[in-house]
């Protein structure tokens, strides 16, 4: 139930900040999504960085290459090798 909440709370927050179209405050906010306890909500952030591809993501997605999780890591090399 906790896992279903976080990756709900994640997919509205994406939604709600397309809708207001600051790319820089999505990257924010997915960014601090990496911190979470979650390694599902860490894995939803780096795919929706991803999703962005910009430039400005880079530092995001690095910073998930580190991650403590070896899924997470895997993910985000397989969407930075995608991008």
């Given at each position: 139930?906790?896992?279903?909440?976080?990756?709900?709370?994640?997919?509205?927050?994406?939604?709600?900040?397309?809708?207001?179209?600051?790319?820089?405050?999505?990257?924010?906010?997915l960014?601090?999504?990496?911190?979470?306890?979650?390694?599902?909500?860490?894995?939803d952030?780096?795919?929706?960085?991803?999703?962005?591809?910009?430039?400005?993501?880079?530092?995001?997605?690095?910073?998930?290459?580190?991650?403590e999780?070896?899924?997470?890591?895997?993910?985000?090399?397989?969407?930075?090798?995608?991008?």
């Open positions: 139930m906790k896992l279903k909440l976080c990756i709900v709370s994640l997919l509205c927050l994406v939604s709600l900040m397309s809708s207001c179209g600051s790319q820089t405050k999505k990257i924010e906010a960014t601090m999504h990496l911190d979470d306890g979650n390694v599902q909500v860490r894995r952030a780096v795919v929706e960085l991803s999703k962005i591809g910009t430039p400005s993501t880079i530092p995001a997605l690095v910073k998930a290459l580190e991650d999780s070896q899924y997470v890591r895997l993910v985000t090399a397989d969407t930075m090798s995608l991008s």
